[in-house]
């Protein structure tokens, strides 16, 4: 018997669907991705943290923040509801539903 696989159609492939394996495959996705999480977030964070902080990965919906200055990792969780409410709006298909904050030291430590 000769099976077929569902890939080796003949039919013709959509330029976008074409374009989005091709992403996909070559990572560019994902990079795009962490560019708007990183843009967003310096719109969401409050004006005084957009120069010392910068965002992370997101992990389980989680945004890690790196910050310069300990005190404030405890400012921004004063805050951290509206930021998580603006990057919501912001990047949407990123599903953040909560930040950490973490310093900037601690980059190389693992959790």
């Given at each position: 018997m000769n099976r077929r696989s569902p890939q080796a159609s003949s039919d013709p492939l959509s330029v976008g669907r074409l374009m989005s394996r091709?992403?996909?495959?070559?990572?560019?996705?994902?990079?795009?991705s962490t560019s708007a999480v990183a843009d967003a977030w310096r719109e969401a964070a409050p004006p005084a943290f957009r120069d010392t902080s910068r965002s992370g990965t997101i992990r389980?919906?989680?945004?890690?923040?790196?910050?310069?200055?300990?005190?404030?990792?405890?400012?921004?969780?004063f805050h951290k509801q509206s930021i998580v409410a603006r990057l919501r709006e912001l990047v949407?298909?990123?599903?953040?539903?909560?930040?950490?904050c973490r310093l900037l030291a601690d980059v190389d430590r693992t959790t």
């Open positions: 091709l992403m996909a495959r070559t990572g560019y996705d994902r990079e795009q389980r919906g989680i945004l890690d923040v790196f910050v310069s200055h300990s005190a404030h990792v405890q400012e921004l969780g949407p298909a990123a599903g953040i539903s909560d930040i950490r």
